[in-house]
């Protein structure tokens, strides 16, 4: 087993999925003890999912425009004159 092995079982445990075969609990743990690059791995994908889920839940995701303003702006744009370019002096 290598770190690619264990990080991907990091992610199944992190998601809730089975770990994959040939990897436990117990084997994944001790991995994390003597490797510390996955142990940030580890920290760096909790990390992400929590701010994932934060963003999901809070008023950070954008909520589509109300169609009406949309309406009222299109309209407006397109009553307007379009702008000529200027000449240059000669």
């Known amino acids: 087993m290598n770190c690619s092995d264990y990080r991907t079982a990091l992610s199944c445990r992190l998601d809730g999925e ?8 117990r084997s994944l743990e001790e991995h994390l003890a003597q490797c510390p690059r996955c142990r940030e791995w580890e920290r760096r994908a909790k990390r992400l999912r929590e701010e994932t889920q934060e963003r999901a839940a809070g ?17 407006a744009l397109q009553s307007e004159e379009p702008e000529q370019p200027e000449q240059p002096e000669q």
Do not use: C, T
């Open 18 to 25: 089975p770990l994959p075969e040939g990897i436990d609990e």
């Open 59 to 75: 008023d950070h995701i954008p909520q589509a425009p109300d169609p009406e303003v949309v309406r009222r702006i299109l309209k």
